[in-house]
């Protein structure tokens, strides 16, 4: 059974820092893109970015480009997202995600999501 | 980046009811179009990609059609268990992007 489970939200004020994590298991972590997608209190979903299985390519979203960076670590089966300059628009469940292999190429991946963890909650307030 | 629109917003439906969602794209996407349904404090599920292919494992009550701009999600039996919020996404273009939902609720 695949699970990704997310980590490391919580409340963090304007202009700072926090890292997420995501742990993954029931799949062959290292062979897949992998998402960040994000939704806001009464708001919908927003894709964050994503990674190549190795690392070597990542895209985000315009809103977060600067400011945040995806990351992982295949031997540790691990997704990390690391946000800084945090603002209050910032404020949404994170979600860790599988891309759909079919739709992903060599230097990117604009696909459906098949596979999601459960969210962790990131607050940015004063 | 493309837009996306929901409707209705919402809805209220009984059990055994037809539902339908309609997704309209600001531009052609071709067929590249999912599914999604979420509910509170559960991993959101995707249930059709490609505007018309059943994720494995999704019941056979959920379908979608459509290409170019028009999309639909149809339930052809509401079940007690499809009481949820349903996102349509494109993946044509960069970035993907995703509509701004529609709940369902039991009327």
């Known amino acids: 059974e695949v699970q990704l489970v997310e980590s490391g939200g919580g409340l963090v004020q304007p202009g700072g820092s926090l890292r997420l994590s995501c742990a993954a298991s029931?799949?062959?972590?290292?062979?897949?893109?992998m998402s960040w997608v994000r939704q806001a209190p009464g708001r919908g979903l927003e894709w964050v970015a994503n990674?190549?299985?190795?690392?070597?390519?990542?895209d985000y979203v315009d809103s977060v480009k600067g400011r945040f960076i995806i990351s992982r670590d295949n031997a540790k089966n691990s997704l990390y997202l690391q946000m800084s300059s945090l603002r209050v628009e910032d404020t949404a469940i994170y979600y860790c995600?599988?891309?759909?292999?079919?739709?992903?190429?060599?230097?990117?991946?604009?696909?459906?999501?098949?596979?999601w963890g459960q969210g962790t909650l990131v607050t940015v307030s004063s | 980046a493309i837009q996306l629109t929901q409707s209705p917003s919402s809805l209220s439906a009984s059990v055994g009811d037809r539902v339908t969602i309609t997704c309209r794209a600001s531009q052609g996407i071709s067929s590249a179009i999912a599914w999604y349904q979420l509910k509170p404090g559960k991993a959101p599920k995707l249930l059709i990609y490609d505007a018309s292919n059943l994720e494995s494992g999704v019941p056979s009550r959920f379908s979608g059609s459509g290409s170019g701009t028009d999309f639909t999600l149809t339930i052809s039996s509401l079940q007690p268990e499809d009481f949820a919020t349903y996102y349509c996404q494109q993946f044509n273009n960069y970035p993907q992007t995703f509509g701004p939902g529609t709940k369902v609720d039991i009327k």
């Open positions: 990674i190549k299985e190795d690392g070597s390519e990542k």
């Open positions: 029931g799949i062959t972590f290292s062979s897949y893109w």
């Open positions: 995600a599988r891309d759909f292999p079919p739709y992903c190429t060599t230097t990117s991946c604009i696909a459906p999501l098949d596979y």
